[in-house]
């Protein structure tokens, strides 16, 4: 079909460096390289390529640099590149702009205007490389308080899981990432000491060894759930929304509905798997209630129940009528979560940022007296340790990470996901590229991004003379703004710095 | 081996798998009554009969039961939502009405209402059967689903509300419309398998295109599919104790099959 | 003047979301019973609350004085009492007046002072010529605006509001309710998302004779408040069942519609549904949805609404909070779960789930002809479900 898009990457070849050996062709998955061979020169197709830079990692000689087109529209603030290339688009197709990652707006980045504080002479920083530094965390409900009885004290046990750091890998679905991305997923929680969480994709058999690091999901689209998929996990998790698409079901298109992945859904190959909306029996508070306390009869008490949801305007509400529900844990996802497609219209421009949304509700809970009640996990836009460490300054117990495992594995944050043609294996069910993610290999990169943003989180622990994450959790002293406006220091709890 | 696994494995003997024991639900909290009941099957007891059940919510929903080896509850009274959430076997039979949400994820095992049932039932049903002697409510069969031979199938004796088999991915429903009750069918209910991308509904009676989602096909039963109804309306029969004569004068009824277009509804609504 | 809004809503949140159960019914020979079954009903849906609210609407409960208006009061302090009774006497003739009756339990905590007084607008105190209902509306509305500490939580004649914090079966318990005698009785069991310190903000809600009990969000909340703004209400709780009172007030009271008409207002067929009526009908739906467009509850809920020979038992148009009705001789019941009428009405004639959007309403048999019907116009007859 004749388009009027200008292609968004320019291919630069050196054609003196290339040798013609055909790796690009063979190691780009969206078709923009073709051979001529009575020329022998390699020829591209540049409307096609979403800047990967697979190629340009794998190219032998370095021949290939992947550039942003330099065109340009007349200069005009309103309507930018972006907004007539998508409206374009539109007018191409009639259909609703797919995109995937999270939300790529210049909406403020709160991490970037808070400051972690040190200590200087009245109280000494620890070195944690010889220190005892301590991460141990634990999710679940916790004892308001205990009783002596008869002297011997007592308490209720309510059911808890245990990290080693409080870093977890989030929801990411078998059918929305390849197997051996899932499954490199699974084998880095178990090694390290956390928790992977299994989406709502189902859970194949043969990773269900991995079961004490392992949280699954029930969502609206109830897929390879039973009673099994409960009680063989650490945890349970209901999955109300996600930051990237508050308030819209999923869609997995029929054709990554491989064999496998039909079983482990327990649906027939290649047909959508569509999840609705709602789950259609949760209509309202009272109703979640009820699902939770279904789950927690399934799991005979025995399994912490957590709850999802992205962060929107009235979340401190409804994160206290979930605690009140009886939710073990909240998790709380934000406008910059990440998806494996979801309408662009939507991440782009519903939700607010979990900084914010973070603060409010720890704000809340407490304001309530039933922080305890519930652990605040919380996810959508993290980038490294110091955003863990202002995370839980902020009042998180502990934080998921998507987007940046992914990277570990190889992803560039192309914001193709939707496409299925992940060009490094990673959202793609296509056999010849799931074979890029060695599942050793990843598992190990996964283990590494741990084991370094562990190490970075103690460092940031004993440069103010703490020693144990405990006593980071809602010390928001920890913390000064800057560059933020007052409404903004008052609803993150802060002060400015220099105050 | 999880705990759950080590129950279904070795269930503790002590108690006769044949005799009826009898509860009485009166003023107990659902917790405490489910409880009770998973006790007493630990310890081998197969078979309860609840009395005066009023709302207690989850019945049947963490109860491990085989094949050989199934676990069997009698309801009286009312039982409360969400009655066999989840639910891995056992057979459970309602005399009186159930409320919302019956069945709802559910894995495998019997439901037999002899009243009628409230909105969501079998919501995201992946296996098992249920039957329903009276009429059901709002969203019945929503996002059903089915795999390889696990179908799970309802049927309903009365008739149904609005956004019945909403989403359905798979199963079947048959809807009798009041046929044993010997009455003509009525029209009813609107919005019926909007979104449907799989699975079966068989309805006695005529269905207006108005009443039907975009995605809905609607043809004639073909005779292989008439075995599958006459199967089901027979176990409908005997759960009811109705003559299975009447079975025979079915094919004389109208029936239609309800059933997808496609099995991917929305591949046209996005641009790549 | 001091902001209700603050109290009931004290976090700011855009509204205050609360769910529940409600349950309602009513003899439609006006024939008065005892609350012992409704305190029954309401206590076997336990699960649906979480402790923060609970309460009663209860009709022809004050026999004795059957043509005065009832105000019932809570003061905070004694001073604040004292207050609002100098203004009650300058603008009422006070008929009767004392405290309302309580049971003290350990599980209620921090009451208010209750009192109630039977009252009759003082005409003279007007320099124009209104209702004796507006007069008392906004006599009403003055105290709750502006008097410190006081606050009208029941306002209409020979019925009352007993409401407070704590679970249903509590707030009867401590108002002692097994005294009273009612043909109406509605109650409802709260699930609010925060913590609720402030004993108004529990349902029913009323407005003169009308009260409403509510389950669900309306998500329409902001559009619907802003409209009835433009009628000058002021929406000073910040719940979407105050919306609802005062929509109610507006269309029925003041607009003079019938309760049907108002209950497709509230939930009407969606477009398609209404392009395939005949004509009548379809421009019935037109004229009311283009007039009265803002009113339309979207989201769900579920309400029992009542007043004076009639109880009302509505769900939004795509049915998406549960309600069950049923019917044992005079008696009409309505409630979000059926085990519940079951507990209390072991042999009812008939039992069914109402369709979505389509009103069961009650009336009293000397008002009407039908002292039950189910409104709405059903496109293929289907009268709900029978169940
Ligand atoms: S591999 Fe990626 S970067 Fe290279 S041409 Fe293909 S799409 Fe572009
Ligand atoms: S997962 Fe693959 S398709 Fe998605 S952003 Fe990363 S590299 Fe691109």
């Given at each position: 079909m004749l388009t009027a898009q200008l292609p968004e990457f320019n291919v630069d070849r050196d054609e003196d460096r290339c040798i013609q050996c055909r790796v690009c062709e063979r190691q780009c998955s969206f078709d923009v390289y073709g051979y001529d061979v009575q020329n022998n020169v390699m020829i591209h197709k540049e409307e096609n390529c979403v800047a990967c830079q697979r190629c340009a990692v794998l190219c032998p000689t370095n021949a290939l640099v992947i550039k942003e087109n330099a065109y340009t529209y007349k200069q005009n603030a309103n309507w930018t590149r972006e907004a007539i290339s998508d409206l374009k688009k539109q007018s191409e197709t009639g259909g609703v702009l797919l995109t995937g990652m999270g939300c790529d707006k210049p909406h403020k980045i709160y991490w970037d205007h808070i400051l972690i504080n040190a200590s200087q002479v009245t109280n000494p920083s620890i070195d944690p490389l010889r220190e005892p530094m301590e991460l141990r965390t634990h999710l679940g409900r916790k004892p308001d308080s205990l009783e002596v009885k008869d002297g011997k004290l007592s308490f209720p046990d309510y059911p808890k899981v245990e990290l080693s750091t409080p870093i977890m890998f989030g929801a990411m679905s078998y059918g929305a990432i390849s197997y051996n991305s899932f499954k490199s997923l699974a084998q880095a929680a178990h090694e390290y000491g956390t928790l992977f969480n299994t989406g709502e994709g189902g859970w194949p058999k043969?990773?269900?060894?991995?079961g004490s690091n392992t949280i699954v999901q029930c969502a609206s689209g109830r897929f390879g759930i039973d009673l099994e998929y409960f009680n063989d996990a650490a945890m349970v998790e209901i999955k109300i929304g996600q930051g990237a698409k508050p308030g819209i079901g999923g869609h997995l298109p029929g054709e990554k509905v491989s064999e496998h992945i039909s079983l482990t859904r327990m649906i027939p190959e290649g047909s959508d798997a569509i999840s609705p909306a709602p789950h259609h029996d949760i209509y309202s508070i009272e109703d979640l209630q009820m699902l939770i306390h279904a789950l927690k009869e399934a799991t005979d008490y025995q399994k912490p129940i957590s709850v999802k949801i992205s962060a929107v305007h009235n979340s401190p509400a409804i994160a206290s009528g979930m605690v009140r529900a009886g939710a073990d844990i909240i998790v709380v996802d934000g406008l910059r979560g990440g998806t494996g497609a979801a309408p662009k219209i939507l991440r782009d421009n519903v939700g607010i940022p979990i900084e914010l949304a973070l603060a409010a509700i720890d704000t809340r809970l407490r304001d309530e007296g039933i922080r305890n009640w519930a652990s605040l996990v919380v996810s959508g836009g993290i980038r490294n340790a110091g955003d863990i460490f202002k995370a839980i300054a902020l009042g998180a117990d502990a934080v998921y990470v998507g987007t940046p495992a992914l990277i570990a594995l190889g992803c560039t944050v192309c914001q193709k996901c939707y496409t299925g043609k992940c060009a490094w294996g990673i959202t793609t069910q296509d056999p010849y590229l799931t074979k890029r993610v060695n599942t050793e290999i990843g598992t190990q990169a996964l283990v590494n991004l741990l084991r370094a943003w562990s190490l970075e989180l103690k460092e940031l622990l004993g440069c103010g003379g703490i020693n144990s994450i405990e006593s980071v959790r809602g010390n928001r002293l920890q913390l000064r703004g800057i560059g933020l406006e007052s409404w903004e220091m008052e609803t993150l709890g802060i002060r400015g710095a220099g105050q | 081996m999880n705990t759950a696994q080590a129950k279904k494995a070795n269930p503790r003997k002590g108690l006769s798998p044949r005799q009826w024991i009898k509860i009485d639900a009166s003023g107990m909290y659902y917790k405490d009554l489910n409880r009770q009941i998973r006790g007493l099957a630990e310890q081998g007891a197969r078979k309860f009969d609840l009395q005066n059940v009023y709302g207690q919510r989850y019945i049947g929903t963490n109860l491990w039961a085989t094949e050989r080896d199934k676990i069997r509850i009698r309801v009286h009274g009312t039982p409360g939502s969400d009655m066999g959430a989840f639910m891995d076997g056992p057979e459970i039979e309602v005399y009186g009405n159930a409320q919302d949400a019956t069945g709802n994820t559910m894995n495998c095992g019997k439901i037999v209402i002899h009243g009628s049932a409230g909105d969501v039932l079998g919501y995201g049903m992946r296996g098992g059967e249920i039957y329903i002697r009276g009429n059901v409510g709002y969203?019945?069969?929503?996002h059903m689903k089915e795999y390889d031979d696990k179908i799970p199938t309802i049927v309903v004796g009365g008739t149904v509300q609005d956004f019945f088999g909403e989403y359905m991915a798979g199963g079947r429903i048959i809807v009798l419309n009041k046929f044993f009750e010997g009455n003509p069918p009525v029209r009813q209910s609107y919005f019926i398998g909007t979104g449907m991308h799989g699975g079966n509904i068989y309805f006695r009676g005529d269905v207006n295109i108005e009443q039907i989602g975009a995605e809905v096909n609607v043809i004639e039963p073909t005779d292989a599919e008439w075995k599958i109804i006459e199967r089901y309306v027979h176990n409908y029969c005997k759960a009811f104790d109705?003559?299975?004569?009447?079975v025979k004068l079915l094919k004389r009824e109208k029936f239609w099959r309800l059933y997808p277009k496609s099995t991917r509804p929305y591949g046209m609504l996005y641009a790549y | 003047m001091k902001d209700l809004s603050k109290v009931n809503n004290p976090y700011g949140d855009d509204k205050v979301i609360s769910q529940c159960s409600i349950f309602g019914m009513m003899n439609t020979t006006g024939e008065v019973f005892s609350g012992k079954e409704i305190i029954t009903a309401i206590r076997n849906m336990h699960e649906r609350g979480n402790g923060l609210g609970g309460g009663f609407a209860i009709y022809g409960c004050y026999p004795d004085y059957p043509d005065d208006y009832c105000l019932q009061v809570m003061f905070d302090t004694r001073a604040n009492r004292e207050e609002t009774e100098i203004y009650l006497k300058r603008f009422f003739h006070i008929q009767h007046s004392e405290e309302i009756p309580t049971c003290p339990t350990e599980v209620i905590k921090n009451p208010p002072d209750v009192y109630r007084y039977f009252v009759q607008p003082k005409v003279e105190e007007l320099h124009e010529i209104i209702s004796d209902d507006d007069i008392v509306i906004r006599r009403v509305m003055k105290i709750n605006t502006t008097l410190d500490g006081a606050y009208v939580f029941s306002s209409g004649k020979n019925m009352g509001v007993f409401k407070g914090v704590g679970f249903p079966e509590e707030i009867a318990d401590y108002f002692c309710l097994e005294q009273y005698d009612g043909y109406i009785w509605t109650a409802h069991g709260r699930f609010p998302t925060?913590?609720?310190?402030?004993?108004?903000?529990?349902?029913p809600f009323s407005l003169l004779d009308w009260t409403v009990v509510h389950n669900g969000e309306i998500s329409s909340y902001g559009a619907n408040r802003r409209f009835l703004e433009m009628y000058g209400y002021i929406c000073t709780m910040h719940t979407d069942t105050e919306v609802v009172a005062y929509a109610i007030d507006l269309l029925a009271r003041k607009h003079g519609l019938p309760v049907d008409t108002v209950m497709d207002i509230f939930s009407p067929p969606v477009w398609e549904q209404i392009d395939r009526m005949d004509p009548d009908d379809r421009k019935y739906f037109e004229v009311l949805r283009s007039t009265y467009g803002p009113l339309l509850l979207n989201g769900p809920f579920a309400v029992i609404i009542a007043h004076h020979g009639e109880m009302v038992a509505h769900t939004d148009r795509i049915r998406l909070r549960p309600m069950v009705a049923g019917i044992k001789g005079d008696m009409v019941y309505a409630s979000s779960e059926e085990s519940a009428i079951r507990l209390v009405s072991?042999?009812?004639?008939k039992v069914w789930i109402p369709v979505g959007g389509h009103p069961v309403i009650a009336r009293l048999k000397e008002l009407a002809k039908d002292d039950v019907v189910e409104g709405g116009r059903e496109l293929l007859k289907a009268e709900g479900m029978e169940v």
């Open positions: 043969e990773l269900r060894k991995y | 969203r019945v069969g929503i109705l003559g299975e004569r009447k | 925060n913590t609720q310190g402030w004993w108004g903000g529990a349902h072991k042999d009812l004639e």
